[in-house]
């Protein structure tokens, strides 16, 4: 079956660093990949998606390649700011289907 | 403004007691879900609904039920055969069923056991 797997957390950067959290899938059909963001208390938010190889999904300085070869969809920000401290979760969705998620990866930034 | 509401925020359940969880969205949408987020396990989703009258189980459906008698509306009842129901329990919506469409989250209900 479909499966996401990311690294474990926490991350702990200093504000201005380079950020990547790894991502991998397994899938049977060809997906969507997503990178979704929750804040402490919140739901999540949509942070980017791709629905094709090759795609790039970006925002917000936050970037991701649907890669078909390595099936991995690593999430990359180039400088980190505090308030970018929250729990990143990859995802992929095949049609008809419900999102299936990873485990998330806690981010925290300081100053 | 559109979106997705859930009631309440905070929740308690007492032994043996039934309790029903609360989603309502005014997007329109077509595709209804409910997660169970636990510490360190990422989202686990529960139920489903792509259609009105219409619902199919999730990875961890055991010790829940749902309905989807109107559009807007997927209230979850975490029943009394549910063990361990401690967690934050997330409500979405998408338009349909297509892969590429993202899904539209509520703000969760934390439901603690007495």
């Known amino acids: 079956g479909n499966s996401v797997t990311q690294m474990e957390g926490p991350v702990t950067l200093s504000e201005e660093a380079f950020l990547t959290i790894n991502c991998t899938y397994t899938a049977t059909g060809y997906p969507s990949l997503f990178w979704y963001v929750q804040y402490p208390g919140e739901g999540l938010q949509l942070l980017l998606k791709a629905t094709k190889a090759d795609d790039k999904g970006s925002n917000k300085g936050f970037e991701a390649t649907y890669r078909k070869e390595t099936t991995s969809f690593h999430l990359e920000k180039g400088s980190v700011q505090v308030s970018d401290s929250a729990v990143y979760f990859c995802?992929?969705?095949?049609?008809?289907?419900?999102?299936?998620f990873g485990k998330g990866t806690t981010l925290s930034v300081s100053s | 403004d559109g979106g997705i509401t859930q009631s309440p925020k905070y929740l308690f359940r007492k032994e043996g007691q039934n309790v029903t969880l609360s989603c309502e969205q005014n997007l329109n949408h077509d595709a209804m879900y409910w997660y169970r987020q636990d510490p360190g396990q990422g989202l686990r989703l529960i139920y489903y609904?792509?259609?009105?009258?219409?619902?199919q189980k999730g990875d961890i459906a055991e010790g829940y039920s749902v309905s989807r008698e109107k559009k807007e509306s997927f209230p979850l009842t975490v029943t009394s055969a549910q063990k361990n129901p401690t967690a934050f329990y997330l409500c979405?919506?998408?338009?349909?069923?297509?892969?590429?469409?993202?899904?539209?989250f509520g703000s969760g209900t934390q439901l603690s056991v007495l």
């Open positions: 979405a919506s998408s338009i349909g069923g297509q892969a590429n469409e993202k899904l539209f």
């Open positions: 995802a992929l969705r095949d049609t008809g289907t419900a999102l299936i």
């Open positions: 609904s792509q259609i009105v009258n219409d619902f």
